[in-house]
Protein backbone atom coordinates (compact mmCIF):
# COMPACT_ATOMS: atom_id res chain seq x y z
CA UNK A 1 0.00 0.00 0.00
CA UNK A 2 1.01 3.70 -0.72
CA UNK A 3 -0.18 6.87 0.15
CA UNK A 4 1.78 8.52 -2.24
CA UNK A 5 3.84 11.64 -1.68
CA UNK A 6 2.51 14.55 0.52
CA UNK A 7 4.98 17.52 1.21
CA UNK A 8 7.84 15.88 -0.04
CA UNK A 9 7.43 12.71 1.93
CA UNK A 10 6.30 9.03 1.10
CA UNK A 11 4.10 6.66 3.08
CA UNK A 12 3.94 3.07 2.49
CA UNK A 13 2.65 -0.24 3.81
CA UNK A 14 5.07 -3.53 4.70
CA UNK A 15 3.89 -6.76 4.93
CA UNK A 16 6.97 -8.63 3.46
CA UNK A 17 9.32 -10.04 6.28
CA UNK A 18 12.06 -9.67 4.07
CA UNK A 19 11.81 -6.46 3.29
CA UNK A 20 11.57 -6.12 7.11
CA UNK A 21 14.81 -7.76 7.35
CA UNK A 22 16.51 -5.28 4.71
CA UNK A 23 15.61 -2.19 6.77
CA UNK A 24 17.83 -2.22 9.44
CA UNK A 25 20.48 0.39 8.71
CA UNK A 26 17.78 2.71 8.00
CA UNK A 27 15.75 1.66 11.03
CA UNK A 28 18.53 1.95 13.08
CA UNK A 29 19.78 5.83 12.20
CA UNK A 30 16.09 6.72 12.73
CA UNK A 31 15.65 4.97 15.97
CA UNK A 32 19.28 6.39 17.36
CA UNK A 33 18.22 9.77 16.28
CA UNK A 34 14.21 9.48 18.32
CA UNK A 35 14.38 10.63 21.34
CA UNK A 36 11.58 8.91 22.76
CA UNK A 37 12.51 5.89 21.30
CA UNK A 38 13.09 2.67 23.92
CA UNK A 39 15.15 -0.27 23.71
CA UNK A 40 11.61 -1.93 22.24
CA UNK A 41 11.67 0.10 19.33
CA UNK A 42 14.70 -1.01 17.84
CA UNK A 43 15.39 -3.21 14.75
CA UNK A 44 17.17 -5.65 16.54
CA UNK A 45 14.22 -6.53 19.34
CA UNK A 46 11.52 -5.74 16.84
CA UNK A 47 12.76 -8.21 13.77
CA UNK A 48 13.88 -10.99 16.51
CA UNK A 49 10.51 -10.65 18.23
CA UNK A 50 8.97 -11.32 14.68
CA UNK A 51 10.71 -14.30 13.44
CA UNK A 52 9.65 -16.21 16.76
CA UNK A 53 6.69 -15.25 17.36
CA UNK A 54 4.96 -12.91 13.93
CA UNK A 55 2.59 -15.20 12.09
CA UNK A 56 2.67 -15.70 8.28
CA UNK A 57 0.28 -12.50 6.65
CA UNK A 58 -0.02 -10.41 9.80
CA UNK A 59 2.63 -8.14 8.88
CA UNK A 60 1.94 -4.44 8.97
CA UNK A 61 4.69 -1.79 9.51
CA UNK A 62 3.33 1.47 8.40
CA UNK A 63 6.65 3.60 7.00
CA UNK A 64 7.34 7.34 6.03
CA UNK A 65 10.40 8.43 3.59
CA UNK A 66 11.90 11.91 3.08
CA UNK A 67 13.48 10.72 -0.22
CA UNK A 68 15.15 7.56 0.54
CA UNK A 69 15.63 8.74 3.85
CA UNK A 70 13.73 6.31 6.54
CA UNK A 71 11.96 9.23 8.35
CA UNK A 72 9.30 7.28 10.48
CA UNK A 73 7.80 4.16 11.73
CA UNK A 74 4.94 2.21 13.26
CA UNK A 75 5.80 -1.26 13.66
CA UNK A 76 2.56 -3.54 13.81
CA UNK A 77 0.76 -6.76 13.10
CA UNK A 78 -2.45 -8.22 12.26
CA UNK A 79 -4.24 -10.13 15.22
CA UNK A 80 -7.88 -11.42 14.73
CA UNK A 81 -8.38 -11.91 18.68
CA UNK A 82 -11.21 -10.71 19.85
CA UNK A 83 -12.10 -8.54 16.91
CA UNK A 84 -9.68 -7.92 14.11
CA UNK A 85 -6.62 -5.61 15.33
CA UNK A 86 -3.37 -3.90 14.35
CA UNK A 87 -1.63 -4.84 17.88
CA UNK A 88 2.53 -3.49 18.43
CA UNK A 89 4.81 -5.99 17.31
CA UNK A 90 6.67 -7.24 20.04
CA UNK A 91 3.47 -8.48 21.98
CA UNK A 92 3.56 -8.95 25.74
CA UNK A 93 7.07 -9.67 26.58
CA UNK A 94 7.88 -5.88 25.31
CA UNK A 95 7.01 -2.79 27.98
CA UNK A 96 6.75 -0.17 25.64
CA UNK A 97 5.42 0.99 22.24
CA UNK A 98 6.62 4.28 20.27
CA UNK A 99 6.29 5.18 16.66
CA UNK A 100 9.58 6.21 15.79
CA UNK A 101 9.57 9.50 14.28
CA UNK A 102 12.71 11.42 12.78
CA UNK A 103 12.87 14.76 15.21
CA UNK A 104 13.49 17.23 12.87
CA UNK A 105 10.82 16.72 10.58
CA UNK A 106 8.07 15.61 13.00
CA UNK A 107 5.52 18.20 12.02
CA UNK A 108 5.56 16.44 8.95
CA UNK A 109 6.31 12.79 10.06
CA UNK A 110 3.41 12.29 12.37
CA UNK A 111 0.10 13.53 10.21
CA UNK A 112 1.90 11.18 7.77
CA UNK A 113 2.02 8.06 9.85
CA UNK A 114 -1.47 9.14 10.55
CA UNK A 115 -2.43 9.14 7.64
CA UNK A 116 -0.79 5.58 6.92
CA UNK A 117 -2.41 4.16 9.79
CA UNK A 118 -5.45 5.44 9.09
CA UNK A 119 -5.38 3.52 5.57
CA UNK A 120 -4.45 0.27 7.11
CA UNK A 121 -7.17 0.23 9.78
CA UNK A 122 -9.72 0.48 7.02
CA UNK A 123 -11.12 -3.21 8.59
CA UNK A 124 -9.47 -3.13 12.15
CA UNK A 125 -9.47 -0.94 15.46
CA UNK A 126 -5.57 0.32 16.35
CA UNK A 127 -4.76 -0.92 20.00
CA UNK A 128 -1.86 0.44 21.02
CA UNK A 129 -0.46 -1.07 24.39
CA UNK A 130 2.34 0.01 26.98
CA UNK A 131 2.35 3.83 25.23
CA UNK A 132 4.88 5.50 27.71
CA UNK A 133 3.92 9.37 28.57
CA UNK A 134 5.47 11.78 26.63
CA UNK A 135 5.90 9.36 23.71
CA UNK A 136 5.98 10.81 19.99
CA UNK A 137 3.03 8.13 19.52
CA UNK A 138 0.57 10.57 22.05
CA UNK A 139 0.48 12.74 19.37
CA UNK A 140 -1.36 9.91 16.86
CA UNK A 141 -4.45 10.72 18.66
CA UNK A 142 -4.29 14.67 18.07
CA UNK A 143 -3.57 13.92 13.94
CA UNK A 144 -5.94 10.92 14.04
CA UNK A 145 -9.06 11.46 11.36
CA UNK A 146 -11.62 9.28 13.15
CA UNK A 147 -12.32 7.98 16.58
CA UNK A 148 -9.94 7.07 19.49
CA UNK A 149 -10.06 6.70 23.55
CA UNK A 150 -7.20 6.84 25.80
CA UNK A 151 -6.60 4.36 28.95
CA UNK A 152 -4.60 3.48 31.01
CA UNK A 153 -2.12 0.66 30.90
CA UNK A 154 0.48 -0.79 33.28
CA UNK A 155 2.29 0.90 35.86
CA UNK A 156 5.91 1.39 35.42
CA UNK A 157 8.67 2.34 38.25
CA UNK A 158 11.30 4.56 37.31
CA UNK A 159 14.30 6.31 38.72
CA UNK A 160 16.24 9.41 38.08
CA UNK A 161 19.95 8.84 37.66
CA UNK A 162 22.07 9.44 40.50
CA UNK A 163 24.89 8.76 42.40
CA UNK A 164 23.64 5.58 44.14
CA UNK A 165 24.64 7.10 47.43
CA UNK A 166 21.90 9.49 46.28
CA UNK A 167 19.73 6.82 45.50
CA UNK A 168 20.10 5.42 48.93
CA UNK A 169 19.05 8.84 50.30
CA UNK A 170 15.98 9.00 48.92
CA UNK A 171 14.77 5.40 51.23
CA UNK A 172 13.37 6.53 54.91
CA UNK A 173 16.69 6.56 57.28
CA UNK A 174 15.97 2.93 58.85
CA UNK A 175 15.82 1.35 54.94
CA UNK A 176 19.03 3.40 54.25
CA UNK A 177 20.64 1.81 57.02
CA UNK A 178 19.63 -1.64 56.27
CA UNK A 179 20.69 -1.00 52.93
CA UNK A 180 24.05 -0.36 53.47
CA UNK A 181 24.37 -2.86 55.96
CA UNK A 182 23.69 -5.45 52.96
CA UNK A 183 26.09 -3.71 50.66
CA UNK A 184 28.65 -4.38 53.26
CA UNK A 185 27.58 -8.21 53.25
CA UNK A 186 27.37 -8.49 49.62
CA UNK A 187 30.67 -6.89 49.34
CA UNK A 188 32.62 -8.97 51.67
CA UNK A 189 30.82 -12.01 49.62
CA UNK A 190 33.23 -10.77 47.00
CA UNK A 191 31.37 -11.22 44.05
CA UNK A 192 32.76 -10.28 40.30
CA UNK A 193 30.80 -8.63 37.63
CA UNK A 194 31.80 -9.56 34.19
CA UNK A 195 30.31 -8.02 31.17
CA UNK A 196 29.40 -10.84 28.55
CA UNK A 197 30.63 -10.00 25.12
CA UNK A 198 28.77 -10.23 21.48
CA UNK A 199 30.26 -14.39 21.20
CA UNK A 200 29.37 -15.28 24.84
CA UNK A 201 25.85 -14.33 24.82
CA UNK A 202 24.06 -17.48 23.83
CA UNK A 203 25.55 -19.12 26.71
CA UNK A 204 25.03 -16.61 29.03
CA UNK A 205 21.73 -16.58 27.85
CA UNK A 206 21.37 -20.48 28.90
CA UNK A 207 22.63 -19.16 32.25
CA UNK A 208 20.12 -16.52 32.92
CA UNK A 209 17.26 -18.47 32.19
CA UNK A 210 18.52 -21.42 34.12
CA UNK A 211 19.35 -18.94 36.85
CA UNK A 212 15.47 -16.84 36.57
CA UNK A 213 13.65 -20.53 36.78
CA UNK A 214 15.66 -21.74 39.30
CA UNK A 215 14.92 -18.49 41.13
CA UNK A 216 10.75 -18.17 40.47
CA UNK A 217 10.65 -22.36 41.08
CA UNK A 218 7.48 -22.70 43.41
CA UNK A 219 6.48 -18.42 43.19
CA UNK A 220 4.79 -18.13 39.79
CA UNK A 221 7.05 -17.86 37.39
CA UNK A 222 6.12 -16.20 34.21
CA UNK A 223 5.29 -19.07 32.07
CA UNK A 224 6.75 -17.36 28.62
CA UNK A 225 10.02 -17.18 30.46
CA UNK A 226 10.17 -20.43 30.28
CA UNK A 227 9.29 -21.22 26.23
CA UNK A 228 11.97 -22.19 24.34
CA UNK A 229 10.45 -19.64 21.30
CA UNK A 230 11.17 -16.83 24.18
CA UNK A 231 14.81 -18.34 25.01
CA UNK A 232 15.42 -18.00 20.93
CA UNK A 233 14.20 -14.52 20.70
CA UNK A 234 15.82 -12.98 23.92
CA UNK A 235 19.26 -14.65 22.50
CA UNK A 236 19.23 -13.16 19.21
CA UNK A 237 17.98 -10.29 20.05
CA UNK A 238 20.52 -9.61 22.89
CA UNK A 239 23.24 -10.94 21.05
CA UNK A 240 22.59 -8.07 18.14
CA UNK A 241 21.63 -5.01 20.71
CA UNK A 242 25.15 -5.81 22.23
CA UNK A 243 27.07 -5.68 19.15
CA UNK A 244 24.87 -1.96 18.57
CA UNK A 245 25.01 -1.28 22.43
CA UNK A 246 21.42 -1.46 23.02
CA UNK A 247 21.75 -3.60 25.68
CA UNK A 248 23.84 -5.33 28.34
CA UNK A 249 24.23 -8.73 29.85
CA UNK A 250 26.43 -9.03 32.88
CA UNK A 251 27.01 -11.89 34.62
CA UNK A 252 28.14 -11.89 38.56
CA UNK A 253 30.01 -14.49 40.07
CA UNK A 254 31.24 -15.89 42.83
CA UNK A 255 34.63 -18.34 43.69
CA UNK A 256 34.31 -18.14 39.23
CA UNK A 257 30.33 -19.41 39.36
CA UNK A 258 27.80 -17.51 37.81
CA UNK A 259 25.53 -16.32 40.31
CA UNK A 260 23.50 -13.87 38.57
CA UNK A 261 22.73 -12.65 35.67
CA UNK A 262 21.05 -9.40 34.32
CA UNK A 263 19.54 -8.41 30.91
CA UNK A 264 19.36 -4.43 30.96
CA UNK A 265 18.02 -2.70 27.45
CA UNK A 266 19.70 0.75 26.79
CA UNK A 267 18.41 3.68 24.81
CA UNK A 268 19.52 7.60 24.41
CA UNK A 269 16.50 8.49 27.61
CA UNK A 270 16.70 4.89 29.75
CA UNK A 271 18.48 1.90 31.07
CA UNK A 272 15.83 -0.67 31.65
CA UNK A 273 16.39 -4.19 33.67
CA UNK A 274 14.31 -6.30 31.25
CA UNK A 275 15.12 -9.45 33.19
CA UNK A 276 18.07 -11.49 35.87
CA UNK A 277 18.35 -14.98 37.08
CA UNK A 278 20.18 -15.52 41.06
CA UNK A 279 20.39 -18.41 42.59
CA UNK A 280 18.43 -19.02 45.74
CA UNK A 281 21.73 -20.10 47.31
CA UNK A 282 22.71 -16.05 47.76
CA UNK A 283 20.25 -15.65 50.57
CA UNK A 284 22.54 -18.05 52.99
CA UNK A 285 25.27 -15.62 52.18
CA UNK A 286 23.03 -12.22 53.08
CA UNK A 287 23.17 -11.20 49.31
CA UNK A 288 20.70 -8.63 48.45
CA UNK A 289 20.46 -9.52 44.48
CA UNK A 290 18.17 -6.69 43.72
CA UNK A 291 20.40 -3.86 45.57
CA UNK A 292 23.23 -5.27 43.80
CA UNK A 293 21.92 -5.21 40.30
CA UNK A 294 20.63 -1.58 40.69
CA UNK A 295 23.83 -0.49 42.24
CA UNK A 296 25.70 -1.91 39.03
CA UNK A 297 23.16 -0.47 36.91
CA UNK A 298 22.99 2.91 38.61
CA UNK A 299 26.58 3.39 37.72
CA UNK A 300 26.81 2.28 34.42
CA UNK A 301 23.90 4.84 33.40
CA UNK A 302 25.06 7.51 35.08
CA UNK A 303 28.62 6.84 33.43
CA UNK A 304 26.97 6.86 30.11
CA UNK A 305 24.46 9.78 30.38
CA UNK A 306 21.33 8.02 30.39
CA UNK A 307 18.74 10.10 32.44
CA UNK A 308 16.31 7.05 33.58
CA UNK A 309 17.03 3.99 35.55
CA UNK A 310 13.73 2.30 34.81
CA UNK A 311 12.55 -1.15 36.58
CA UNK A 312 9.76 -1.44 33.84
CA UNK A 313 6.04 -2.98 34.60
CA UNK A 314 5.31 -3.88 37.69
CA UNK A 315 4.80 -2.39 41.20
CA UNK A 316 6.61 -5.05 42.91
CA UNK A 317 6.87 -4.07 46.86
CA UNK A 318 10.74 -3.95 46.17
CA UNK A 319 10.75 -1.90 43.64
CA UNK A 320 8.91 0.72 45.67
CA UNK A 321 12.10 0.90 48.71
CA UNK A 322 13.66 3.11 46.48
CA UNK A 323 10.94 5.46 46.09
CA UNK A 324 10.74 5.71 42.47
CA UNK A 325 8.24 7.73 40.08
CA UNK A 326 5.26 6.23 39.15
CA UNK A 327 4.63 6.17 35.34
CA UNK A 328 1.61 4.90 34.31
CA UNK A 329 1.92 4.09 30.21
CA UNK A 330 -1.28 4.84 28.04
CA UNK A 331 -3.43 2.54 25.49
CA UNK A 332 -4.91 4.37 22.71
CA UNK A 333 -7.32 2.81 20.57
CA UNK A 334 -7.66 4.01 17.23
CA UNK A 335 -10.44 3.50 14.32
CA UNK A 336 -12.06 4.95 11.41
CA UNK A 337 -15.24 6.52 11.86
CA UNK A 338 -17.12 3.83 10.07
CA UNK A 339 -16.04 1.28 12.73
CA UNK A 340 -16.42 3.55 15.55
CA UNK A 341 -19.03 0.58 17.24
CA UNK A 342 -16.29 -1.91 17.14
CA UNK A 343 -13.79 0.93 19.11
CA UNK A 344 -16.63 1.36 21.66
CA UNK A 345 -17.31 -2.61 21.52
CA UNK A 346 -13.57 -3.39 22.37
CA UNK A 347 -13.13 -0.81 25.20
CA UNK A 348 -15.75 -2.14 27.10
CA UNK A 349 -14.25 -5.43 27.09
CA UNK A 350 -10.67 -3.96 27.73
CA UNK A 351 -11.72 -2.11 30.98
CA UNK A 352 -14.00 -5.62 31.75
CA UNK A 353 -11.11 -6.86 31.88
CA UNK A 354 -9.20 -4.84 33.82
CA UNK A 355 -11.87 -4.38 36.37
CA UNK A 356 -11.95 -8.30 36.68
CA UNK A 357 -7.83 -8.38 37.44
CA UNK A 358 -8.71 -5.56 40.27
CA UNK A 359 -10.61 -7.84 41.93
CA UNK A 360 -8.40 -10.65 41.68
CA UNK A 361 -5.65 -8.38 43.37
CA UNK A 362 -7.76 -7.75 46.04
CA UNK A 363 -9.21 -11.29 46.67
CA UNK A 364 -5.40 -13.00 46.11
CA UNK A 365 -3.24 -10.58 47.85
CA UNK A 366 -0.52 -12.96 48.49
CA UNK A 367 -0.02 -13.54 45.00
CA UNK A 368 3.39 -13.45 44.37
CA UNK A 369 3.54 -12.79 40.68
CA UNK A 370 0.94 -10.43 39.55
CA UNK A 371 2.56 -10.10 36.24
CA UNK A 372 2.09 -13.51 35.43
CA UNK A 373 -1.82 -13.30 35.83
CA UNK A 374 -2.14 -10.07 34.08
CA UNK A 375 -0.41 -11.38 30.81
CA UNK A 376 -2.93 -14.37 31.26
CA UNK A 377 -5.71 -11.91 31.45
CA UNK A 378 -4.81 -9.45 28.90
CA UNK A 379 -5.26 -9.86 25.37
CA UNK A 380 -2.24 -8.26 23.91
Excluded at 131 to 149: D, T, Y
Excluded at 222 to 229: A, D, G, S, V, W
Amino acid sequence: MSSGCAGGLSVTLCRDPRQFAALEESWNRLFRGCPTATPFQSHAWLHSWWLSYGKDGRLRIVLVRRGEELVGVAALMLAHRPMPLLVPLGGSISDYFDVLVAAEYADQVLPALARGLHRAARGAVVDLREVRPGAAAEQLVRQWPGVSSVLADSTCMELPTLPFDELVKRMPASGAQRVRAKLRKTDAAGIEEHEVAEQEVPRAVRTLLRLHEKQWRGRGVTPEHLRPRFAEHLTRATRRMVRTGESRLTEFRLDGKVVAANVTLLSSGLSGGYLYGADPDLRTRKVDVATLLLRYEAGRALAEGRPVVSFLRGNEPYKNHWRPETVVNRRILLATAALAPLLRVHESQVTGRERAVDVLRETLPAARDWRARLNELRVR
